[in-house]
């Protein structure tokens, strides 16, 4: 489970960074709007890369939304695994209880 929350991590930067990608293709096309230069091959390499940011965006958040379910799932199994064993603690300090008392009446 270490490894998942690191791997979330990881792409929480991730998808910062591809953010920051399409922000930066926003201010450049927004730039060369200003300028009448909106059309034309460098918008179009523009708006490719944003095209690419965005789709590696989508993929992230979902790579992070499947880390995030693997985490919560590994989670609850950790817990219910611990509340097992409280209760088996408990019926074994039951059972060795009983006991005591059968050899203290017998």
């Given amino acids: 489970m270490a490894q998942w929350i690191y791997q979330r991590r990881l792409v929480a930067v991730e998808i910062a960074g591809a953010r920051a990608r399409i922000d930066a293709c926003n201010s450049l096309l927004e730039r060369l709007k200003e300028?009448?230069?909106?059309?034309?091959?460098?918008?179009?390499?523009?708006?490719?890369?944003?095209?690419?940011?965005?789709?590696?965006?989508?993929?992230?958040?979902?790579?992070?939304?499947?880390l995030h379910g693997l985490i919560a799932e590994g989670k609850a199994r950790a817990e219910s695994i611990a509340a097992r064993r409280k209760l088996e603690r408990g019926i074994q300090s039951?059972?060795?209880?009983?006991?005591?008392?059968?050899?203290?009446?017998?």
Avoid: M, N, Y
């Fill in 35 to 66: 300028q009448g230069q909106a059309t034309g091959g460098r918008a179009e390499q523009i708006e490719t890369l944003k095209i690419g940011a965005e789709i590696e965006l989508a993929g992230l958040t979902a790579r992070r939304r499947a």
């Fill in 94 to 106: 039951a059972e060795d209880s009983i006991r005591r008392v059968k050899r203290a009446i017998g």
